[in-house]
Nanobody, 122 residues
């Protein structure tokens, strides 16, 4: 069974930095897309950043220039380097992956991690 586990969340002051990590494990053949989403209290989950298997990245306007997403295919991992954090970045951050579990699979299956809390104080 596939699992996605996030780490690196915590409490930081405004202007500080954090680096989130997500490692996928289990029966994985290939990972197409990986990304980070976040959900603040009382708000809907929103896209933060994604990266495709071709290395194409996509960022929410609110984090462009401050966050960088990257992946390590050998480790089935994705990372989110966050700089210049703001109180409005406070949320639970979720790792997401679109992947296949064996060579016969045509379509991908989407998986979510359990989330890691990021809190930015003013």
């Amino acid at each position: 069974q596939v699992q996605l586990v996030e780490s690196g969340g915590g409490l930081v002051q405004a202007g500080g930095s954090l680096r989130l990590s997500c490692a996928a494990s289990g029966s994985i053949f290939s990972i197409k897309d990986m990304g980070w989403y976040r959900q603040a209290p009382g708000k809907q989950r929103e896209l933060v950043a994604t990266v495709t298997d071709n290395g194409r990245t996509n960022y929410a306007d609110s984090v462009k220039g401050r966050f960088t997403i990257s992946r390590d295919n050998a480790k089935n991992a994705v990372y989110l380097q966050m700089y210049s954090l703001k109180p409005e970045d406070t949320a639970i951050y979720y790792c997401n992956a679109d992947l296949t579990t064996d060579w016969r699979t045509i379509g991908t299956v989407n998986y979510w991690g359990q989330g890691t809390q990021v809190t930015v104080s003013s």
